[in-house]
DNA sequence: ATAATAGTGTCTTTCAGACATTATGAT
DNA sequence: ATCATAATGTCTGAAAGACACTATTAT
């Protein structure tokens, strides 16, 4: 392989959760140099010998990091730059990641890097992060909340049962805007991609059913934007 | 550098324009193994001593393959496999162009590499092209006909001054569905985004104003869907 | 005058927001 | 019985499709 030709090339999944009813993204503290000690993204190299290709490697990464298999991930974009990383001309592809913090154990990880839940706000105040994160972090954010204007895009932050409460409350902590309950029943049973499991969730008052996504596979675009603003009384 | 932590890499941009009326992409005929003889996308190797980021990288390769330095481009995807190309594990991140025809001129160009656009048609009917460059097309038009169900994206095929008809059509051959006359006007002026310049287009029966796109800068979204198809009578 | 195409206005449909009313289950 | 929340149905508004009718220019 020729110098001239190549760069250096990572992966980089930015997985999102709600951790204790906060957006949150999964960081590492580093360890090594560049950026030792800094928290950043849960990604790195790609492992060339053990995946054919990208989405093999994000795979691995996550299974890595997070020790599941299974999570929803896109792509999110690529960034280059000599600047990017001290040791030079670096490249770099960003993923966006959700999962149901439930899916997640951190006892169940094989290394030691130091690792935490951080709420965006918390990511806005740190005073610095490893290399371009924190573009890359609010990039993905931009993703996620524009996404989840008229796709099912939250539904992955959700356990395999849920209620639409819950989904509901998710959609409103990504796009900042709260949504009327009956509106939201009304969006989500016309698109006909979740279930009735027929058992309700348990707690006070009436109960709302716990419904599943249906079918397995691809995102569902809505006909139109979630647009409106206004509480339910 | 160090072989374990880099990669081959390369941009490839899809450059879409209307050659003939046909929706057509710039491809060049390979003169070097890999792939010779094929056709493939005029991408390459980042020149990392002209360029501090990929944005720059891109617009290098834009320039130096078809003579000019403004055109539109976004990021469409980026793929990495060790298959993709026979001298090792790859990563190309593709862009995707667009420009009108007649800002481009071949005669500019200062390289020999045979250079052609090609239909979509025709590039479908190709028996085998260079690396994944026909998924990559695929890829790139799918993106370019999603958005432009929902943003003024085909204005980029435009030259500066263009009428309604001329854009109309551009969005029908893009889309594949045909929308009414009056219908896309309203689409149009509602989204206040051009200016009349005063002027009228040339030719027969009572002439189309000309328009240009007032603000430069960012795409514009609609509020909805181009969703119907029937033709005006 | 005629043909072709541009511009205007109205009706319908779809879908989201607002909100009132009814239903259900825990206490 | 009361309260909280779920379900249902109606009204409004925005925006797209359909289409009739008028306006303008070349021939």
Redesign the pocket.
């Known amino acids: 392989m020729n110098d001239v030709d190549s760069v250096l090339y990572s992966v980089d999944p930015v997985i999102f959760t709600f951790h204790k009813s906060e957006l949150s993204v999964l960081l590492v503290k580093r360890q090594i140099e560049p950026y030792k000690a800094l928290w950043g993204l849960p990604g790195g190299r790609v492992d060339k010998d053990k995946c054919a290709n990208l989405a093999e490697a994000l795979k691995l990464k996550l299974k890595q990091k997070t020790g599941i298999d299974q999570l929803f991930f896109e792509q999110l974009e690529t960034y280059g730059s000599e600047s990017m990383d001290p040791r030079g001309w670096s490249v770099t592809t960003a993923y966006l990641a959700l999962t149901h913090e439930d899916e997640l154990s951190f006892a169940s990880l094989k290394n030691t890097e130091a690792m935490m839940w951080m709420s965006l706000e918390d990511v806005e105040a740190l005073p610095k992060m490893a290399f371009w994160h924190r573009k890359i972090i609010r990039d993905a954010f931009s993703r996620l909340r524009d996404k989840s204007l008229?796709t099912d895009l939250p539904v992955n932050f959700m356990p395999e049962k849920f209620?639409?409460?819950a989904l509901k409350s998710a959609y409103e902590k990504i796009i900042g805007?709260?949504?009327?309950?009956?509106?939201?029943?009304?969006?989500m049973?016309?698109?006909n991609i979740f279930e009735?499991t027929g058992e309700?969730?348990?707690?006070?008052?009436?109960?709302?059913?716990l419904y599943r996504k249906s079918q397995r596979g691809g995102a569902y675009v809505?006909?139109?934007?979630?647009?409106?603003?206004?509480?339910?009384?």
Do not use: C, M, W
């Open positions: 008229y209620t639409y409460p805007v709260e949504i009327t309950r009956q509106g939201f029943a009304r969006r049973n016309s698109a009735d309700r969730e348990e707690g006070k008052n009436r109960p709302s059913p809505f006909p139109g934007l979630i647009k409106g603003v206004k509480n339910d009384k």
